[in-house]
């Protein structure tokens, strides 16, 4: 899954359970988890508290990697832990 269509699910699914993602830094943990390995650990370097410069941040490193698609259900991992809270 690439990260611009985990951030569409990321987004559509938070609406559902606002209360996971109370405030900007908690949106961003929870997306950050959730990313593919390969895109997260260059991500964990940092503290991203913005969560459209962290989405932006993730389609950079994507995209720097050559990463393709992934295959659905891949880096999900943030969706399904809020869902299951």
């Known amino acids: 899954m690439s990260v611009?269509?985990?951030?569409?699910?990321?987004v559509r699914l938070s609406q559902y359970a606002p209360e996971l993602v109370p405030t900007e830094r908690d949106r961003c943990d929870r997306f950050r988890y959730g990313?593919?390995?390969?895109?997260?650990?260059?991500m964990l370097a940092?503290?991203?508290t913005d969560f459209d410069v962290l989405v932006a941040?993730?389609?950079?490193?994507?995209q720097s990697l050559?990463?393709?698609?992934?295959a659905s259900g891949v880096g999900t991992e943030g969706i399904h832990q809020c869902a299951a809270e």
Do not use: H, N, S
């Open 66 to 70: 050559g990463l393709p698609a992934l």
């Open 35 to 42: 990313l593919v390995k390969e895109v997260k650990t260059y």
């Open 4 to 10: 611009t269509d985990y951030e569409i699910q990321f």
């Open 57 to 62: 941040r993730a389609k950079d490193i994507e």
């Open 46 to 48: 940092y503290d991203y």
